[in-house]
């Protein structure tokens, strides 16, 4: 088999599509552990909330794989690789042989040691399955007490607060979002939660989740002493890059399996992509793992091309999440906490506390490496322009991107014209 | 595949292609009842943006990247390529108005529906007869809609 | 109105919205660059000030629901012959200002048209029509001195003739019709890109008029004819090379007697290099070249024009047409010129004083006349070729006038309606809304020389396609049999010294 790709999410969409970019030639193989068409990952908060239905789950319509030539093996798990022959070994006995393997396996719920947290009712949300478990809980439970106030503890409350369940969120950090926002971001987000009845606690942690003699939840002790009762627990504080396959067939791993800038692992003919690889990242040029939903697809893209032959450098991650809560929208985008007493990163500020509104910019040197808005979101892509292809802010344009007006005519000329009208040659 | 490209050297910033791109969009395919009932009642929204400073504007629009962060960044497959056409494809339906793409998007080509959680992005007036209507209703030229 | 002079009350047209069909899109506001639409954030709405409206029909031409119609303010003065209203508007003005009355583009002032007053032949019977779509029609034309006789050798060896006359070097037209001068500077460098181009496709040329020519359009320089005026500008030794054809401005019809004026609003980065002038300061040509005398230096100016393009470019004269129009003529075609060019009284202007463009001058048509049978009469009339301008309107209008005398003649002011120009006459204010009259960057720009160039290049091909109609009808093929044929032409209610002046018959006879 030409390609085989470990692993059915974004990234293995991404790597069809990179795929068949350049080479319409040749079967892929996709072999996923879930039992189910690729789907939208982020949907499950969705789901859980109850805002679509199960119909609109899949990534891509099921033509789809026929018109690109996919097999798939679904609801199969792949327990070993042998980097040298060439194979990969399935739960269900079967081994194929690969001329170019794709490991794009993703991360895997970070499950730290909370005494108690072995049992029942005690849960974590990072796939379909976990969605289904909880939308049938939800109809039982009263009470629920999330663990983690990142990405998807934030969503995984607020789709069970939608179901009619009383949700505690608890987060370690000073703030929710602690990556992604700034306090002031986060006091904004926090506040509307507040409004609509959903408790965030700060600063706290589970301590102990507390069972009774025969086992079942009652509730959990937190950090500064408190007691909350709940019926379930979901531990959502975070993904780790889930490369054991990897690790075992001894392909070099770090924090996610380490690739170099054209997708490659230390294995030939073996590139990995998305939440499991650590790849270059745009803005700081070192590797990280950035488990962002657009990086997967497009580590997937350029892994799948380079699988062809090509030679596709990947350009690297930027760290982007958008979040809505409750109707106030919120954009985060690469580096939203500058260190401190480093003298070439600069801030630029704008909050209006009435209206909901903030908008931080971060500079070095020149250059926008990272932005927040929080309510006024529609100019939001004109940033990520400057973030993503680094231009430098000229210095009669900074007064209007300070004030919230960036636009595609402060690029440099002929990077507007290659980007907007190519080709056209003046006569005179 | 045929694109939309503006030229900014010839842009009058007259809008008179955000007009255009309004009515092709409405219901009613009528500029009066477009602008006066639909715009306020159903959010309807131009797909173009003219942005102007100085004397020189441009009208931007999505430019159906061969490559688009768009998709990259959808989360429900709501955007994708057509590989016939070439087009990004926006299935309305299938959209949750997670923003996502508005985010990823560095060419400021996707907004944000007025009403609903949905996007606005240009589509290249895919079932308009005559094409583009912005190219159709522009008074200098300054959009061509062509293969290069 | 509130708080404004009285005389704001006297302006010229109004501005009708229909309310049934504006949708406050805005596009007016932001096409009018006399701002004399606005949105009102108060009430919302798009509103206009009828006082600043010129006429121009620009926000009518580009509103996408028709709403907008321009109108004349019917708040009529009392009928008057004598004091018409434009007497009384302009002394108003002038009381408030204490200034010279600018106008812009030719004079509409009321005195006879002769070409309206002239009627062409047709064959009928005994002299047969000619069909141009089935016989070849020629409408070449060649400008310069033309030699009294032709002699050829004979090659004793070869037995090849050849032409032993020395030519004098020719503009070669393939339609006798060229750009007129207009200058860089009174009209935006687009349309000298487009004209530049239009003329090159259509085998004519175009004047540069006297703003100089930029670098970037020598390479049209085999259809440019560049002229030197009293100001000088621009004029160095490669533009003078650079051109097919050099012209000497002498005098304009619009304003004869005094040189040209730019106003230093007009004036920005390359209207200042390629004119050799200051950024901001009014660029003023002197009345007189202060080198030119009297003939004889007008004789040195021209030979020292040859010398320098090396004889190999045709020297033209442009003079207005004055009162002893014909006997300058003759001096000029004496005084070694191998062109001469006539610009009658209505021909078009960015900027000059009222009383001058509508008072200062003749029409061409009679100039014309005269100045072809002055020099038949001296028998000198193959020494030049005779350019004729000053408001030839159509096809028809150069049909009348290569009859009368012409060998070819310039368009102005219709080369400027072809891109849009509504004659409102505001040319020195430099902010044209059509984009033609400024060299305002975001005005500017509204002429797309894509467009402009097959603009102009469409009007010069419909005008030969009617020229060649109306040749054939007369029964002529070519258009050399038309030159200085009066006998083609009958006047029409005209009195007796008229039709002498003319050359021509009345009608019926």
């Given at each position: 088999m030409k390609y085989v790709i470990i692993g059915n999410g974004i990234a293995s969409i991404g790597a069809i599509e990179g795929i068949r970019k350049v080479a319409t030639e040749n079967e892929i193989l996709v072999i996923g552990a879930e039992d189910a068409p690729a789907y939208g990952r982020p949907l499950i908060s969705y789901l859980l909330a109850g805002k679509i239905g199960p119909d609109r789950l899949a990534l891509r319509p099921q033509e789809f794989y026929d018109k690109s030539n996919v097999s798939l093996m679904l609801g199969t798990k792949v327990t070993s690789i042998d980097a040298k022959a060439k194979t990969v070994t399935t739960d269900k006995g079967d081994s194929v042989e690969f001329e170019n393997l794709l490991i794009a396996t993703g991360g895997i719920p970070f499950t730290p040691p909370i005494p108690g947290s072995d049992g029942s009712d005690v849960y974590n949300f990072t796939n379909l399955a976990h969605a289904h478990t909880l939308i049938s809980k939800a109809k039982e439970i009263k009470r629920a007490v999330v663990i983690g106030g990142g990405l998807i503890g934030l969503k995984a409350g607020e789709s069970l607060f939608d179901r009619g369940v009383d949700v505690t969120i608890l987060e370690l950090s000073p703030r929710i979002l602690s990556l992604a926002f700034d306090e002031n971001a986060a006091a904004l987000a926090g506040s509307r939660l507040a409004e609509v009845g959903l408790n965030v606690r700060c600063g706290v942690s589970a301590k102990e989740i507390q069972r009774d003699y025969d086992g079942n939840l009652k509730g959990v002790h937190l950090t500064d002493g408190d007691f909350l009762q709940c019926d379930v627990v979901v531990i959502a504080i975070g993904v780790v890059p889930n490369y054991n396959l990897a690790k075992e067939a001894g392909i070099a791993v770090d924090r996610g399996i380490k690739v170099d800038d054209h997708m490659r692992t230390s294995a030939a003919s073996v590139f990995a992509a998305g939440d499991v690889a650590q790849a270059k990242d745009l803005l700081f040029g070192d590797d990280r793992v950035i488990p962002i939903w657009t990086n997967a697809y497009n580590q997937g893209f350029c892994a799948g091309k380079n699988m062809t032959g090509e030679d596709v450098p990947f350009t690297g991650s930027l760290a982007m999440n958008s979040i809505s809560f409750y109707g106030l929208p919120t954009i985060s985008v690469g580096?939203?906490?500058?260190?401190?007493?480093?003298?070439t990163y600069d801030t630029a500020v704008s909050l209006d506390e009435k209206k909901k509104s903030y908008r931080k910019l971060v500079f070095h040197n020149d250059r926008i490496v990272g932005y927040v808005l929080v309510g006024d979101i529609d100019m939001a892509g004109m940033y990520t322009a400057f973030v993503k292809f680094q231009m430098a802010v000229p210095e009669d344009a900074r007064k209007q991107i300070l004030a919230g007006e960036p636009d595609v005519l402060m690029w440099p000329d002929e990077f507007f014209k290659k980007t907007w009208n190519p080709g056209v040659v003046e006569p005179d | 595949m045929k694109r939309v490209y503006p030229d900014k050297e010839y842009c009058i910033g007259c809008h008179l292609c955000e007009v255009a791109c309004i009515t092709a969009h409405s219901k009613s395919k009528d500029v009066i009842i477009a602008f006066r009932e639909e715009q306020g009642k159903d959010g309807l929204t131009a797909c173009k943006k003219v942005f102007e400073k100085g004397d020189i504007c441009v009208a931007i629009s999505c430019r159906h990247c061969d490559e688009p962060s768009c998709v990259a960044a959808c989360i429900s497959g709501g955007l994708h390529k057509d590989p016939e056409t070439g087009r990004t494809v926006y299935d309305r339906e299938k959209c949750v108005g997670c923003w996502s793409c508005l985010m990823a998007c560095p060419y400021g080509a996707i907004k944000r529906h007025p009403t609903e959680n949905k996007i606005v992005k240009c589509d290249l007036c895919e079932g308009r007869e005559q094409g583009p209507a912005c190219v159709a209703a522009c008074p200098n030229q300054a959009l061509k809609y062509e293969e290069r | 109105m509130l708080f404004q002079p009285i005389n704001k009350n006297y302006h010229e047209f109004c501005i009708e919205r229909d309310p049934e069909l504006c949708i406050n899109c805005k596009v007016c506001v932001r096409q009018c660059s006399y701002e004399a639409h606005y949105w009102d954030e108060a009430r919302q709405k798009v509103m206009h000030d009828n006082a600043k409206c010129i006429g121009c029909h620009r926000c009518e031409a580009l509103c996408p629901t028709a709403a907008l119609n321009i109108v004349k303010k019917r708040s009529d003065f009392r009928t008057n012959s004598l004091w018409r209203p434009v007497f009384l508007q302009n002394i108003y003005k002038q009381a408030d200002t204490g200034g010279v009355l600018l106008a812009g583009m030719g004079s509409p002032v009321d005195i006879p048209v002769y070409w309206d007053s002239m009627l062409l032949d047709a064959s009928q019977v005994t002299n047969p029509s000619i069909d141009p779509l089935r016989e070849p029609m020629e409408l070449k034309t060649f400008l310069g001195a033309k030699p009294r006789k032709l002699e050829f050798r004979t090659d004793?060896?070869?037995g090849k003739t050849s032409l032993k006359t020395k030519l004098t070097p020719q503009l070669e037209l393939d339609v006798p019709v060229m750009f007129a001068a207009m200058s860089f500077g009174a009209i935006n460098f687009n349309l000298h890109r487009a004209m530049a181009r239009a003329a090159t496709e259509c085998g004519t040329y175009y004047n540069t008029g006297e703003g100089g020519l930029h670098?970037?359009?020598?390479?049209?320089g085999q259809h440019t004819i560049v002229q030197v005026a009293s100001g000088r500008f621009g004029v160095h030794r490669d533009y003078l090379r650079a051109g097919a054809g050099i012209e000497i401005k002498v005098g304009q019809g619009a304003k004869p007697g005094i040189g040209g004026h730019l106003p230093g609003e007009k004036i920005n980065d390359k209207v200042s290099e390629t004119r050799m002038v200051p950024i901001g300061s009014d660029a003023i040509s002197p009345?007189?070249?202060?080198?030119?005398?009297s003939i004889e230096d007008l004789l040195q100016l021209i030979y020292a024009l040859k010398e320098a393009s090396e004889y190999k470019a045709p020297v033209s004269v442009k003079i207005a047409a004055v009162h002893n129009v014909a006997a300058i003529a003759s001096g000029i075609a004496r005084a070694g010129a191998d062109i001469i060019t006539v610009d009658g009284m209505r021909g078009g202007t960015g900027a000059a004083p009222a009383m001058i463009r509508d008072n200062v001058g003749i029409p061409i048509e009679l100039a014309l006349a005269q100045v072809d049978q002055r020099l038949r009469d001296e028998g000198i009339r193959n020494n030049v070729s005779i350019v004729a301008a000053g408001g030839i309107r159509c096809s028809a209008d150069v049909i009348k006038a290569i009859a009368l005398g012409a060998d070819a003649v310039y368009i102005g002011t219709a080369t400027l309606i072809a891109v849009g120009c509504t004659l409102c006459g505001r040319c020195y204010t430099g902010k044209c809304p059509w984009g033609i009259?400024?060299?305002?960057p975001k005005l500017s720009k509204r002429q797309n020389p894509d467009i402009a160039a097959k603009k102009m290049s469409n009007l010069i091909h419909a005008w030969g396609h009617e020229i060649e109609e109306m040749l054939g009808g007369m029964g002529l093929n070519s258009i050399e049999s038309l030159r200085g044929n009066r006998d083609k032409l009958r006047g029409i209610g005209l009195s007796d010294i008229e039709l002498d002046i003319l050359g021509i018959k009345h009608a019926g006879r």
């Open positions: 580096t939203v906490n500058p260190p401190e007493d480093d003298e | - | 004793k060896e070869s670098k970037s359009l020598y390479k049209y009345a007189p070249h202060h080198d030119i005398y009259a400024t060299n305002d």
